[in-house]
């Protein structure tokens, strides 16, 4: 491990201020693991103590599809367990919390190290588009992770279901136009936290799993704008006034008008987000199509200076 970032930031002073991020985030881990590791006989003996319940069911195949087997088969447990699935189950909120901070540190790396070249205004939204919720909640249904989660909400199956329902729509990521559970990127980051501490804390354990859950990886050629960011942005260009109307609290919608003309309209009750992407990515298409403008894409040279 320390290999690799001693290589990574040696004389790069423009990064000194990402090398104190990565130390804090280290910083972070280590203290953590301690209590994760402190909290493994709690778990065991919660585990064998459960007569309410059954333990995970064929944590092999969970396994298998990972491509690594646990020394300690507890932390496999723990990382399925939804925190609704009893009053004294030790859920996997803690093991999420660790994979949250190694697969940012991972994919981190990983880009560093891809893309000699790209600038921090696309490492970053490059990397938040590889480690959202909608993108991890997708790995979680291509590798059935729903099929183990234990829980103890019956809405959490509907909600899981109207996602995979409308994932064809979208073949590689919505861009905030879809309401992606976030059970689904929890279990996939405790999952990444359960193989990080019993691998005794491997980087390169950890993302020998990180990638097969992740792939497809989302690169540079692949990446789009969110909505929002593209109606502004192709607005601004050709000197088109943009004004949102927000009926969320009261319909659960978002009106857009482009000069004063209602161009899109966006409705979903469980998110505000997703009704304003609704709506703008409305918009956009109809400036687009009925305007004849020029689409606007992630890779065009200015875009993610702007900030709305």
């Known amino acids: 491990m320390a290999s690799w ?4 930031f040696s004389p790069v002073k423009y990064f000194v201020a990402s090398s104190r991020r990565l130390q804090k985030y280290g910083y972070i881990l280590s203290n953590y693991v301690k209590g994760i590791k402190a909290d493994e006989k709690e778990t065991k003996d919660s585990l064998q103590d459960e007569v309410r319940t059954e333990l995970l069911r064929n944590p092999e195949e969970i396994e298998k599809i990972i ?7 507890c932390l496999l447990h723990q990382a399925f367990t939804h925190i609704s699935y009893h009053k004294d189950c030790v859920s996997y909120e803690r093991l999420e919390y660790v994979g949250d901070s190694i697969l940012n540190l991972l994919i981190t790396k990983e880009q560093f190290s891809m893309y000699p070249n790209l600038p921090p205004g696309l490492l970053t939204p490059l990397r938040a588009a590889n480690v959202d919720t909608e993108k991890l909640a997708r790995a979680a249904v291509q590798h059935n992770f729903h099929k183990y989660i234990r829980h103890g909400q019956p809405v959490l199956r509907k909600r899981i279901q109207a996602f995979m329902d409308v994932l ?8 905030g136009l879809i309401d992606a559970p976030k059970v689904l990127a929890d279990v996939v980051e405790s999952t990444l936290g359960a193989v990080f501490i019993d691998s005794n804390c491997s980087i390169d354990t950890t993302w020998k799993v990180a990638n097969v859950l992740l792939k497809p990886i989302i690169t540079p050629n692949m990446l789009q704008a969110n909505p929002v960011k593209k109606l502004y942005e192709i607005c601004q260009k050709n000197k088109l006034h943009v004004r949102l109307v927000d009926l969320w609290r009261r319909e659960g919608t978002y009106e857009v008008f482009i000069n ?3 161009r899109g309209t966006g409705k979903c009750l469980e998110k505000k987000e997703i009704a304003l992407n609704r709506a703008a990515n409305n918009a956009y298409n109809e400036v687009v199509t009925t305007i004849g403008l020029k689409e606007i894409t992630a890779s065009d040279k200015n875009f993610w200076k702007h900030e709305y």
């Open 67 to 73: 491509g690594y087997s646990f020394n300690n088969r």
């Open 260 to 262: 004063n003309q209602l």
């Open 168 to 175: 064809p729509e979208h073949p590689l990521h919505s861009h």
């Open 5 to 8: 970032l001693e290589s990574l």
